[in-house]
């Protein structure tokens, strides 16, 4: 068991200080224009006719292009001793690159706005993190992680319910071209998008470093212990099948489609990823401030497990057939559950392996090893999907999270 005390007579910093507070704000911001656009976009690809097989691969080309810039930018950032211009920058791209998706007519334009936003999304989330574990005593870790996940998820809470609202009131008015309201959402995310990176810049400040310039790429690698290497593998097949919740809106807009309507489908399952979000939030806080009392691995091995859960409940949805609201919102409810211990978890355990002279390279290895699962993942699960049958894609899914969570099991 993992626990994180401090010397006898030393007395507690406080963790919810502006650094916290103003990363809460910025990923608050941030998400709300994210999910703006990704709780509309399946409804958006299936109005422009594109297949199943479209949102796999444009989420999985975003992931895996992101990845290739997660471990340079962290590199980078512990070799030039400082990290906050590059995020704010990343949140700059992230936030006006989804604009694109009003341009299009077909699925190839939103493969590159998604895959723009994603690039700056790969640049700031590590050294992010490491900002973020650079501000709070160890022992408080497992509280600002799941205090800034939760204000990131408020975020994602906000987003979809404005997009489906949106969507509601403005489809009527817009028979003769029902793309016009996802174009007009899809613009309206560039204002908390462009407002987060100026929370990032205005509110949040790093301790600098004096720059390391023989930090060498390879050797930051090979300076990271093994024992993180071995979680990385089990984070890492866990990956593989830690699919784009796109398609779990996809999903639910399938199986509500023939008793409501495309149209109507797409605004119930957008709901949905509003409560998906919902308990996310709800979850964070509680699973990183009782990780700082119990340790990490066990709830994180807790949380895979449900993941698993999860993707079997939407293979048995198809071979069933099942429309039922409450086993959507079940199923939803506990995605919700399980990102939450996965994303507040992996990164303070990250903190807990790692020193700060190479935690941008260690998070950009994190975030890289999960963006090439998620590449995988949703495009796997994508290509299953339409080419077999959604039952056997989330079966794919399914089995490998329970090999993820076996594997992190035999960490020690």
Do not use: C
């Not at 859960?309 to 609201?325: D, K, Q, R």
């Amino acid at each position: 068991m993992e626990r994180h005390g401090r010397p006898a007579g030393v007395q507690p910093q406080k963790w919810l200080n502006r650094n916290v507070v103003g990363m809460g704000l910025t990923s608050f911001l941030s998400d709300a224009s994210h999910e703006m656009a990704t709780a509309v976009l399946p409804g958006f690809l299936a109005v422009i006719g594109a297949p199943a097989a479209a949102l796999g691969l444009i989420e999985g080309v975003a992931d895996a292009a992101s990845s290739f810039v997660k471990v340079a930018a962290g590199w980078y950032s512990d070799r030039i001793g400082h990290r906050k211009a590059i995020t704010v920058g990343g949140y700059f791209v992230t936030g006006v690159a989804k604009a694109l998706f009003a341009f299009a007519y077909a699925w190839p334009l939103v493969l590159v706005g998604r895959t723009v936003a994603w690039l700056g999304r790969g640049v700031r989330g590590p050294l992010r993190d490491a900002i973020l574990a650079e501000s709070v005593p160890a022992e408080s870790r497992g509280r600002a992680f799941g205090f800034h996940r939760a204000g990131d998820t408020l975020g994602a809470i906000v987003g979809p319910a404005i997009a489906v609202a949106l969507l509601a009131w403005l489809q009527p008015h817009a028979a003769g071209n029902p793309s016009a309201p996802f174009r007009l959402i899809f613009w309206l995310t560039l204002i908390p998008g462009v407002g987060s990176a100026v929370a990032f810049a205005t509110l949040v400040s790093e301790r600098r470093r004096a720059p390391d310039h023989e930090l060498r790429f390879w050797g930051a690698l090979r300076s990271l212990p093994s024992s993180y290497r071995r979680l990385l593998v089990g984070v890492g097949v866990f990956g593989l099948a830690d699919f784009a919740p796109t398609l779990m809106i996809l999903a639910a807009t399938q199986l509500l489609t023939p008793g409501h309507g495309v149209v109507h489908a797409a605004q119930i399952a957008g709901l949905l990823y509003m409560l998906r979000n919902v308990a996310y939030a709800g979850a964070s806080f509680p699973i990183g401030a009782l990780s700082d009392r119990v340790g990490r691995r066990g709830l994180l091995v807790a949380g895979y497990v449900v993941g698993a859960v999860v993707a079997a409940g939407f293979m048995f949805a198809f071979v069933f057939s099942l429309h039922s609201m409450a086993y959507l919102l079940a199923l939803f409810a506990l995605a919700g559950v399980y990102i939450a211990a996965e994303d507040a978890l992996e990164g303070v355990m990250t903190a807990d392996y790692i020193s700060p002279e190479v935690r941008g390279t260690a998070y950009g290895l994190l975030a890289t090893v999960n963006g090439v699962g998620d590449f995988v993942a949703s495009a796997a699960v994508g290509l299953l999907w339409t080419g077999v049958s959604p039952v056997v894609g989330f079966g794919y899914a399914a089995v490998l999270m329970l090999i993820g969570a076996a594997i992190l099991h035999t960490v020690r």
